[in-house]
């Protein structure tokens, strides 16, 4: 039995993707001695408890810097409660930890320690442009690169050395897993490709019941649901797809768009969607039953970000059998492929986003004008789902994992 230490920033991670990771990874390895390290928690002082499944170590929310600063302080703690053991193993999810990385390394030498990447620091900073990265680094001395990507760059470099600190690196993309090789240097023997699993709480949904589950929900029963799940930022492209859908809505007028997740630029977000404001719904934050009935009445999800690692919301769009309008960003590519389990919509030059916004209305357009084209890509996108990111796939993986 292996004694697993997950650790985790509560705060952040009830708001994004992680949250939902570390649910699904816990249940993959259950079975082992499971302790769960939590930073930033709703305790008020440090605690211990013990539940039925695993054992969980709390951390306040330090009162000076985040936790990440704090790693002497969690490096006393740490010590105190676990022993080193060649039995165990340490989970860390959280970036840029080079520090606390290496200072679990220091304190537990015969421990092992995984770093899972959920997102790459210039991901968001260049809209996940893999092309641009490899020119800076490869231009780096240069003055006015070091001026105008100083950030950039300090990041990739503080990435490379946590990977390499690490003893093993779990990436969720085939496009991370070629990078980490090609960019970063990283030996292909420290690399794990483990694409997040999601277990599988798909409700099939008649065509009536989904009518009258429109009705119920205040929308026209004919009208088409465009289902976008995310923050509302540029990297996810959402910028981008209120322009693309202001041109859908000209030739199919009965289509709704439907944002959830967090709202970032609340007032670009105003301007960008006046003018079909009657067709634009915006949820905000909602809790997972409530996302399930929007899951029941969509027609099409859409993902247009410029870079994901194994977006989540894909994964559920796909488990739903929902049929998709993707991006060819970084990552996201990994997921989706055309024809297949989505309509692929190409970036393009992101400095001048309208090619990727017409790509984006073309995509829409043809699945929302087509229904054979819209079963085709439905069953796909299932397909795709039970064969790759089903949750037994996921922990298969991890099994492999550990016993290497």
Excluded at 265 to 289: C, M, N, V
Aim: charged share 25%; hydrophobic share 40%.
């Amino acid at each position: 039995m292996n004694n697993i230490y997950i650790l985790d920033e509560y705060k952040s991670s009830t708001q994004n993707g992680i949250g939902t990771f570390l649910r699904e990874l816990i249940k993959c390895l259950a079975g082992h001695n499971i302790c769960l390290i939590e930073f930033n928690s709703n305790e008020k002082e440090f605690t211990l408890k013990t539940n039925n499944d695993f054992r969980e170590i709390h951390f306040p929310v330090f009162l000076r810097n985040g936790f990440l600063d704090n790693y002497k302080i969690i490096d006393k703690f740490l010590r105190l409660y676990i022993e080193d053991s060649a039995d165990n193993l340490f989970m860390l999810n959280h970036s840029p930890c080079e520090k606390l990385l290496k200072t679990i390394k220091v304190a537990f030498p015969l421990s092992k320690v995984t770093f899972t990447i959920h997102d790459l620091g210039w991901t968001s900073r260049l809209l996940g442009d893999f092309e641009l990265l490899k020119t800076i680094i490869s231009k780096e001395t240069h003055k006015k690169i070091q001026l105008k990507y100083k950030h950039v760059i300090d990041y990739f470099r503080e990435e490379q050395r946590m990977y390499e600190a690490a003893d093993r690196v779990i990436c969720l993309s085939d496009d991370t897993f070629r990078f980490l090789q090609e960019v970063y240097l990283l030996d292909k023997n420290k690399i794990s490709l483990i694409p997040n699993g999601l277990s599988d709480t798909r409700a099939i949904t008649s065509t009536a019941v989904k009518k009258r589950l429109k009705i119920k929900m205040g929308i026209h029963p004919n009208e088409k649901i465009l289902l976008v799940i995310g923050r509302t930022t540029s990297v996810k492209g959402v910028p981008s797809l209120l322009n693309a859908f202001s041109n859908v809505i000209k030739k199919y007028p009965d289509s709704r768009l439907v944002i959830v997740g967090q709202v970032h630029d609340s007032q670009l977000l105003l301007k960008l969607s006046k003018r079909f404001a009657a067709k634009f719904t915006y949820t905000g934050l909602i809790d997972k039953e409530e996302l399930s009935r929007w899951y029941r009445i969509a027609d099409i999800g859409v993902i247009p970000s410029f870079s994901e690692q194994c977006s989540y919301t894909g994964i559920e769009m796909m488990m739903h059998g929902l049929p998709v309008v993707a991006s060819d960003g970084f990552g996201v590519r990994s997921m989706f492929q055309n024809g297949i389990n989505a309509q692929v919509a190409t970036i393009g030059n992101r400095k001048k986003t309208k090619e990727f916004e017409k790509n984006l209305t073309t995509a829409i357009l043809e699945l929302l004008l087509s229904e054979m084209l819209r079963k085709k890509i439905s069953n796909g996108s299932r397909q795709v789902y039970e064969s790759y990111y089903n949750s037994e796939k996921m922990r298969e993986r991890y099994k492999k994992l550990l016993e290497e």
